[in-house]
């Protein structure tokens, strides 16, 4: 999948809560932040345990593994600093919403087959892919023309979600869709049965975390304030069913490949800035 593992470097001296033109889209945002944290640390974990049970002409696979795995260490590390941030900006409870969904993750590591938590991860990892084309192609009514720490850690977190959309899908489609029957009943209904369960689960936490920030906010801002986030409400609603809930109907036909999905517009020559003497770059090695 030739991809590269980076070493971002983010400013966030500037830090504000609202970070785009649209106060709801900042809120989702940073409400969706608690996730990646403890979900990419559990998604390491999984993919060393599955690795044993690649069959051997799946040699690259387990290449594109170290490197799926170096490009996830960088997420949830760079998320942790973003979420202590949004934490101390206000919102202490979210510490423990990110909490609770670890608990759940072990909880799921420890009762759950590594069938259902494969399906789950493709599930997650699905999102991702579509979130990458989001934001480069589709966020200009939320973030054109801006340029800040946040948004640079979203696009570049969502560009490598798009670079490395592959893995898991291939995971889950090597061990457990081989044969004409397997393909159907494992590689289709079950894959949709882990994309809907990852969907409804993840979103309950990034939903709870939107409403306790939005009541908190509520009570700070002033009647002015309280109408221009209603009018941002409506039309982020409006822009995530346009931009984020049509392209995913396209994951639930039987023949979708993440692997062909287009690339998003601008995406690599943005994650160039990241790389060896890239602006955005930390200066350690680049390669996996």
């Not at 054109?144 to 979600?161: S, V």
Request: aromatic share 16%; hydrophobic share 45%.
């Amino acid at each position: 999948m030739n991809m590269i593992v980076r070493f971002p470097k983010f400013d966030y001296s500037d830090f504000k809560f609202y970070w785009s033109h649209n106060m709801a889209f900042s809120q989702e945002r940073n409400a969706t932040a608690i996730i990646p944290s403890p979900v990419e640390p559990w998604l390491i974990r999984l993919l060393q345990e599955a690795a044993p049970e690649l069959p051997e002409d799946h040699a690259w696979l387990k290449e594109d593994t170290q490197k799926f795995i170096a490009q996830e260490s960088q997420h949830f590390r760079q998320h942790r600093i973003f979420n202590k941030l949004i934490a101390e900006s206000g919102f202490p409870r979210l510490v423990e919403m990110e909490a609770e969904l670890a608990a759940d993750l072990e909880r799921f590591s420890r009762t759950k087959s590594l069938k259902w938590r494969l399906a789950y991860a493709d599930g997650f990892e699905t999102l991702g892919a579509v979130s990458g084309s989001l934001w480069f192609e589709k966020s200009d009514e939320m973030i054109g023309g801006l340029d800040n720490a946040a948004i640079r850690l979203w696009k570049w977190h969502m560009a490598e979600e798009f670079e490395h959309r592959e893995v898991c899908f291939q995971y889950f489609r090597a061990i457990y869709c081989r044969g004409f029957v397997n393909r159907i009943v494992n590689g289709y209904f079950y894959r949709l049965y882990g994309l809907a369960f990852a969907i409804w689960h993840l979103r309950g936490f990034s939903a709870r975390a939107v409403k306790y920030m939005r009541a908190l906010e509520v009570e700070r801002m002033s009647a002015a304030e309280r109408r221009q986030l209603a009018a941002d409400i409506k039309a982020f609603n409006k822009f995530q069913r346009r931009t984020f809930l049509k392209p995913l109907l396209a994951n639930f036909l039987p023949w979708y490949d993440p692997g062909k999905k287009p690339i998003p517009k601008g995406l690599f020559e943005y994650l160039r800035k990241f790389e060896k003497d890239g602006e955005w770059s930390a200066g350690q090695k680049l390669t996996a």
